[in-house]
């Protein structure tokens, strides 16, 4: 039996679709993009959005992927509270100084002023590692490896961005222990690698593996690993991903140690180890790092391995002419398609609402970023094929109904693979190996990042940033108007070092060291 059709609300769908260009003007274009095409929607605290359907089904995809992976590893799901303690909070010095700029507290609790303020986690390893000293009290009881979904809260006042920066927002964070460094500094790349799948298996984003330079690192971390994406609209790097070695920083004052283990002769007292940890997260940002990536003047394009709906069916050619016969055997066509398909393991829906158009529903479906459009029409129907239209490309092209099952899954792996194809050649030329300081800012002007050699020296990277800021303050010929004195960042220090001769100094010339990396460089998020 056909279920019933819901009649749509129409007083509250705009039909306008998006009504700037992503050229024109990419912030406008990208709050109506993730509004009109339900990714999201707006609240009445700055900072904090409402995350839709579509945009949970992604997040559910990673988190599923994601779990899968570190499964293998051993790490299990746990969850510590949302609230950490003063004491908790301030115990490890250049963790808290990085942080407390951005850290909530609640004072109140009702209307009574609480004794101690208490605060929201920007991130848990306060709030953790207490409870792993208490775990941890023999090598026996290494290693110990944590994750939790949850979320966290940064007040940022840098401007908010739907998805990218937000003051609320959702990841992962893991958190591990182990007794060599070795060990640690092993899942540190592992899990990097992880990431990179999440956004180059997934979510059709390519990223460049790399370490962060020091300043740029985890507050309270040995080193920071990273994955650096790139939005092409602007050309500003965005960091995608991060996966910290702590060292045996936090271990020291939480007092998280062993006995180390070591045959000792008799008498001897075993030297007590503080255990090297590891935290890493990914978070709702991924989403919006796509969105960006590959929405165009339309709306979203969603890659299929994460749209909630891969493949729409619409019922197309039903005029006045047609014969009520003729519409119901269409329909009932319709209905088998979408059974098919479901079969297949596709996540599929149709369209046959008759009070919209065919236009205005390709339109509408375009705008949510439905991967593929499934056109069937009376004619389609007697020569016994469907028409298909991509949503990346808006390639059309015939398929047998017979032969949906298998066609429709290779086509949506075809449209996976192209995304991805399409957005790495974009990063790639766009990523400029400069020799010459005078041509960092207007290459970066052009919306490039730029590989640079250099001496690593987290202060020196940082004059790099103070330097070209002020370069581009008097340039004045950036194409990207959002961003006229901003400077370039150290992005990453790419684990891949393949471009070229490294040349004998430091690029920047006051500097005068010796330049020991390709060091990417530029505007960041
Ligand atoms: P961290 O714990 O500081 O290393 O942050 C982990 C990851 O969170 C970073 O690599 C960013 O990709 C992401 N991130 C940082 N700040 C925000 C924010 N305000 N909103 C969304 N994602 C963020």
Redesign the pocket.
């Known amino acids: 039996q056909k279920p019933k059709e819901k009649k749509a609300n129409t007083a509250q769908i705009d039909t306008k679709g998006i009504t700037v260009k992503k050229a024109d003007d990419l912030s406008a274009w990208y709050q109506q993009m993730i509004a009109k095409g339900e990714f999201i929607s707006y609240y009445d605290i700055s900072g904090c959005y409402i995350l839709e359907p579509s945009s949970m089904h992604i997040w559910e995809t990673i988190k599923s992927f994601f779990t899968s992976k570190i499964e293998t590893l051993g790490v299990e799901p746990c969850y510590y509270p949302v609230f950490i303690s003063k004491a908790n909070l301030e115990k490890e010095k250049a963790h808290i100084d990085g942080f407390a700029a951005e850290v909530a507290w609640v004072t109140l609790g009702g209307k009574s002023k609480l004794e101690e303020p208490i605060a929201v986690r920007p991130?848990s390893e306060t709030a953790m590692y207490k409870d792993f000293s208490d775990k941890i009290q023999s090598h026996r009881d290494l290693p110990l490896k944590r994750n939790q979904w949850n979320n966290v809260v940064?007040w940022?006042f840098k401007n908010p961005m739907p998805?990218?920066?937000?003051?609320e927002?959702l990841?992962q964070?893991g958190h591990t222990a182990h007794l060599t460094e070795k060990e640690a500094s092993i899942e540190v790349l592992q899990i990097l690698d992880y990431y990179t799948a999440v956004y180059e298996e997934l979510l059709a984003c390519p990223v460049v593996k790399g370490r962060k330079t020091k300043n740029e690192q985890?507050p309270g971390a040995e080193y920071?690993t990273?994955i650096e994406g790139f939005i092409t609209s602007t050309g500003r790097g965005?960091?995608?991903?991060?996966s910290?070695c702590l060292g045996q920083h936090f271990a020291n004052m939480y007092n998280i140690k062993v006995e180390d283990p070591a045959p000792r002769k008799e008498g001897e007292v075993a030297e007590k180890l503080p255990v090297w940890q590891n935290?890493w997260?990914?978070?709702?940002?991924s989403i919006g790092v796509m969105m960006l990536t590959h929405g165009d003047d339309k709306g979203a394009v969603i890659p299929p391995r994460v749209a909630r709906i891969q493949a729409i069916v619409i019922p197309v050619g039903i005029t006045a002419k047609t014969t009520p016969e003729d519409k119901e055997k269409l329909l009932d066509e319709v209905y088998n398609i979408v059974a098919t398909l479901k079969r297949a393991g596709i996540r599929v829906d149709k369209d046959a609402r008759d009070y919209y158009g065919a236009g205005w529903k390709f339109a509408n479906w375009e705008l949510k970023g439905v991967p593929l459009r499934i056109e069937l029409g009376p004619k389609d129907l007697a020569s016994g094929v469907v028409m298909t239209a991509r949503r990346d490309t808006n390639d059309k092209a015939a398929i047998p109904i017979a032969d949906l099952a298998s066609g429709v899954p290779k086509l949506l792996e075809t449209i996976q693979s192209d995304m991805l194809a399409r957005a790495q050649k974009e990063y790639d030329e766009h990523r400029i190996v400069v020799k010459k300081w005078e041509e960092i800012v207007p290459v970066i002007n052009k919306k490039n990042v730029v590989l640079i050699p250099h001496c690593e020296d987290g202060d020196c990277a940082d004059a790099v940033k103070d330097e070209t800021a002020k370069q581009g303050e008097t340039d004045g010929q950036a194409e990207d108007e959002k961003a006229p004195s901003m400077g370039a960042k150290a992005l990453c220090i790419p684990f891949d070092q393949a471009y070229g001769d490294l040349p004998e100094l430091c690029l920047r010339p006051s500097c005068g060291k010796k330049a020991t990396k390709w060091i990417q460089f530029g505007r960041s998020y």
Do not use: P, V
């Not at 997260?281 to 940002?285: D, K, N, Q, S, V």
């Open positions: 991130t940064r940022e998805f990218l920066r937000t003051r927002f990841w964070e985890f920071t990273t965005i960091q995608a991903a991060t910290h935290s997260g990914l978070t709702t940002r």
